[in-house]
């Protein structure tokens, strides 16, 4: 059981938005750590999305963007694309368990 | 350009020891937080601790989980960072990432991961 809560899974057509939340509590993110994204492409390094709630690193497209409210984080897709097939994993730093923790990770399909 | 390389993984059986190491080069490392997270097969990602810079006594955290069996270690003289894991049990079975975290306190992100290397725990 993760400490961040994720959808397992999210889909969507082509050129579709869809969007991933990311729950947590007053010890993580209700506490003002800031969350970050990160994408993990079958057989490949994790690559940092989205940082501090919504910053994007250099090179990462501006269809990904992130926001945060109160327990609560979410990441948005626009513009679909077949690319974007993927997991994606939220994470923070949970101050009752002085430990960095990640959500338990969404599939995104692309129909 | 940033690499992260991690190697000295395999096959051990429950009980046994490993030591995985992580070589880096493209940033400053010695000024660098270095985590390790590892992904069981099927499972999502899981912090395992880290070891913080020189400035800040290359202080360790650990999560729960394996406290007490997994020590990390760094040479900064070297660029690489460690992970000693002993009294190994199955469920460490899995893919071993480091990563750099971007700042030295809780909040920045990893910014740099490695690939990975992968840990078998059987018999």
């Known amino acids: 059981q993760s400490v961040l809560t994720q959808p397992p899974s999210v889909s969507g057509a082509p050129g579709q938005r869809v969007t991933i939340s990311c729950t947590g509590n007053n010890s993580n993110i209700g506490t003002g750590y800031d969350v970050h994204w990160y994408q993990l492409l079958p057989g490949t390094a994790p690559k940092l999305l989205i940082y501090g709630n919504n910053n994007r690193p250099s090179g990462v497209p501006d269809r990904f963007s992130g926001s945060k409210s109160g327990t609560s984080a979410s990441l948005a897709i626009t513009g679909l694309q077949a690319e974007d097939e993927a997991d994606y994993y939220c994470q923070s730093y949970d101050s009752s368990l002085s430990s960095w923790v990640f959500g338990g990770g969404t599939k995104l399909t692309v129909l | 350009e940033v690499q992260l390389v991690e190697s000295g993984g395999g096959l051990v059986q429950p009980g046994g020891s490993l030591k995985l190491s992580c070589a880096a080069s493209?940033?400053?490392?010695?000024?660098?937080?270095m985590h390790w997270v590892r992904q069981a097969s099927g499972k999502g990602l899981e912090w395992v601790g880290r070891i913080r810079s020189k400035a800040n006594s290359y202080a360790t955290a650990y999560d729960a989980s394996v406290k007490g069996r997994f020590t990390i270690s760094r040479d900064d003289s070297k660029n690489t960072a460690y992970l000693q894991m002993n009294s190994l049990k199955t469920e460490d079975t899995a893919v071993y990432y480091c990563?750099?975290?971007?700042?030295?306190?809780?909040?920045?992100?990893?910014?740099?991961w490695g690939q990975g290397t992968l840990v078998t725990v059987s018999s």
């Open positions: 990563t750099r975290q971007r700042g030295d306190s809780s909040s920045p992100p990893f910014d740099y």
């Open positions: 493209g940033f400053t490392f010695s000024g660098s937080a």
